[in-house]
């Protein structure tokens, strides 16, 4: 029962997820709408924005596996060349 719930990179991307629809909602009542609409701008922006935040935010090994991708590449093309 050591283990966490979430993994680091997970709770940054809903947490970066939570503030980016309270901002959204924030802005949207500041606009003058009402609450029902601002909680809708809100939720809206929360799940747009969690798709969003987990493609920016790569995982370990993705970032491992291009970036040996890219320099075997680069290596086989100066080889060539």
């Not at 500041?30 to 798709?51: D, K, N």
Request: charged share 15%; proline share 2%.
């Amino acid at each position: 029962m050591d283990r966490p719930l979430l993994s680091l990179r997970s709770a940054l991307i809903f947490l970066l997820a939570l503030l980016t629809g309270g901002a959204a909602s924030g802005l949207t009542a500041v606009a003058g709408e009402g609450t029902a609409r601002s909680l809708l701008a809100g939720l809206a922006a929360t799940g747009l924005a969690v798709p969003f935040f987990n493609r920016l935010i790569a995982a370990e090994d993705d970032a491992v596996r291009s970036r040996t991708a890219v320099g075997a590449g680069t290596v086989e093309e100066e080889s060539h060349g």
